[in-house]
């Protein structure tokens, strides 16, 4: 079963997305460009998680709640999980270890928690963009103890990247891929401490039109997220 994928957007909760990107808009934009098995993945939060996930199912889509995980190291880690109770037990231990600290919306804008018919539910009063006190090295495995999966966010970017952040790859933080955006340059591909890690292409999407028609496939034995994590678990190979 061949089916069309993005694995990295954010909604209105995520304090530098768009308030169009409520969760009920994002699904069905990700439906107009074709893609078929999507994730939500806001900045330290799965709070719009539920909400996305019903919208999605309306619209024939495979959706997986996620986070982009911020580390202590300053690095977007993009975790996703097999069901939404999994992935709201990660939101409970990532929210222990974030600063206290509260938003400021005049400055971030605000970060809206919605329902799945675009209804407002509250606002997040705490700042969602900071690091959590948990260390990239503890990511992957922290993230398989609630049946989820874990891989660094556009590595090719020079901020909040694991290269831009400490300057490498290193086999034994246990990520069996790496994201890139759409726009990374040929040559990062054949750095030496890159050899044989397997890629993917997200789009890390904070607006609507930011969201790709669909351009990247995978094939599972089954339209599940169970194997979905199983596909990327394996590098993304079949």
């Not at 539910?121 to 993230?143: C, K, N, P, S, W």
């Not at 874990?150 to 790859?169: M, Q, V």
């Not at 969201?211 to 094939?219: E, K, T, V």
Request: glycine letters at 8%; aromatic letters at 8%; hydrophobic letters at 40%.
């Amino acid at each position: 079963m061949r089916l069309s994928f993005d694995l990295h957007m954010h909604s209105c909760l995520s304090p530098c997305g768009g308030e169009d990107n409520t969760p009920a808009n994002l699904a069905a934009m990700c439906a107009l460009a074709g893609l078929q098995v999507v994730a939500l993945t806001d900045h330290n939060t799965t709070g719009n998680c539920p909400a996305f996930c019903a919208a999605a199912q309306r619209h024939g889509l495979l959706a997986l709640p996620g986070m982009e995980l911020t580390t202590r190291e300053d690095v977007h880690v993009v975790c996703l999980f097999p069901d939404l109770p999994a992935a709201q037990r990660f939101d409970g231990y990532v929210r222990a270890r974030l600063p206290n600290i509260g938003n400021d919306p005049a400055y971030w804008g605000r970060q809206l928690l919605m329902d799945d018919g675009d209804n407002i539910l509250g606002e997040e009063t705490a700042f969602l963009a900071g690091a959590a006190d948990i260390g990239v090295y503890d990511v992957h495995a922290l993230a398989a103890s609630y049946g989820g999966i874990a891989f660094p966010a556009h590595i090719d970017r020079s901020a909040f990247s694991l290269l831009g952040a400490l300057g490498f790859w290193d086999p034994d933080m246990g990520f069996p891929l790496a994201e890139l955006t759409p726009h990374c340059p040929p040559a990062l591909r054949e750095r030496p401490d890159l050899k044989g890690v397997p890629f993917i292409v997200d789009c890390d999407a904070h607006y609507l039109n930011q969201i790709p028609d669909a351009h990247q496939y995978m094939d599972l034995p089954e339209p599940t997220a169970h194997a979905v994590l199983d596909w990327l678990r394996r590098g993304g190979r079949s």
